[in-house]
């Protein structure tokens, strides 16, 4: 078992095309003995986004703070602190900040 202080694993900058004002914390991952498993820490600035993409896993994700959008070629889904937001298997998406200040989730 581990307790890893998520404040101590420093902050990067998303250097992905398409990516505008993302940070990512790496909190578990396959160093820390998950294979199968990542939880990842997102933290948007206003105005930021991921880029618009897909990939063969599902999300599962829990917002911490502040407000956004969840976007598809078919639309948007508002979401707040305190939401869980799922994502299937192929699926389109990107998550948009609309608030004023800081979107993070898990």
């Known amino acids: 078992m581990k307790v ?3 404040d101590k694993i420093p902050a990067r900058r998303v250097e992905m095309e398409g990516a505008v ?3 990512i914390r ?7 003995g998950a294979p199968h498993f990542a939880m990842r820490r997102f ?3 206003p105005g930021g986004h991921t880029p618009m993409h897909d990939h063969p ?3 599962e994700v829990y917002i911490l703070a502040g407000e956004g959008e969840l976007r598809s070629p078919t639309g948007a889904r508002p979401f707040r602190a305190g939401d869980a937001v ?3 298997v192929g699926e389109t998406h ?3 900040n ?6 993070g989730f898990l």
């Not at 609309?98 to 979107?103: D, E, H, I, R």
């Open 4 to 6: 890893i202080p998520a």
């Open 21 to 23: 004002g993302v940070f």
């Open 26 to 32: 790496e909190l578990v991952t396959e160093r820390d």
């Open 43 to 45: 933290d948007l600035e």
């Open 57 to 59: 896993w599902e999300h």
């Open 86 to 88: 799922y994502v299937p």
């Open 94 to 96: 990107q998550f948009v």
């Open 98 to 103: 609309s608030g004023a200040t800081a979107l």
